[in-house]
C-alpha cells in the first residue's frame, strides 16, 4: 500500500521558519520526480507548485519562495524535506508533497500539512 505522509507543519509569527518532511513507503517503483505544492486558503484557489526536484539533482524554486526556501529531496530514501525561512503570511496554505515515477507515470500526492504564517 502506497502512502505518501507530510509532516511538520504548524503556526508561525512572519519572519519564522518551519520545515516540512515528507516520506513515501510502499512504492512499487523508483521515483524521479519530488516536489512541494500549495494551496492558499479561500474557495477556487489552484495548488500551485513551491519547489521541486529530480534524480539528477537539478532543483526549481517558485520566484516567490526563492532565496527563503529550499527543497532536500532523498531518492535513496523516497524522502523529500522544505526548509522554510523568512516566512511571510502569504505563505499560508495547505503543503503537498508529490512523488512521481515519470517512467510509469504514476504519481503520488500526500494528505497535505497546514502551514499558518501570522503577521
Known amino acids: 500500500q502506497v502512502q505518501v505522509v507530510e509532516s511538520g507543519g504548524g503556526s508561525v509569527e512572519a519572519g519564522g521558519s518551519l520545515r516540512l518532511s515528507c516520506a513515501g513507503t510502499?512504492?512499487?517503483?523508483?521515483?524521479?520526480?519530488m516536489g512541494w505544492y500549495r494551496q492558499a486558503p479561500g474557495p477556487g484557489k489552484p495548488r500551485e507548485v513551491v519547489?521541486?526536484?529530480?534524480?539528477?539533482?537539478?532543483?526549481y524554486h517558485a520566484d516567490s519562495v526563492k532565496g527563503r526556501f529550499t527543497i532536500y529531496g532523498d531518492f535513496a530514501r523516497n524522502t523529500v524535506d522544505l526548509e522554510m525561512s523568512s516566512l511571510k503570511p502569504e505563505d499560508t496554505g495547505m503543503y503537498y508533497c508529490?512523488?512521481?515515477?515519470?517512467?510509469?507515470?504514476?504519481?503520488?500526492w500526500g494528505q497535505g500539512t497546514q502551514v499558518t504564517v501570522s503577521s
Open positions: 508529490y512523488l512521481q515515477d515519470s517512467t510509469r507515470q504514476r504519481g503520488y
Open positions: 510502499g512504492l512499487p517503483s523508483a521515483i524521479d520526480f
Open positions: 519547489a521541486t526536484t529530480v534524480r539528477l539533482g537539478l532543483s
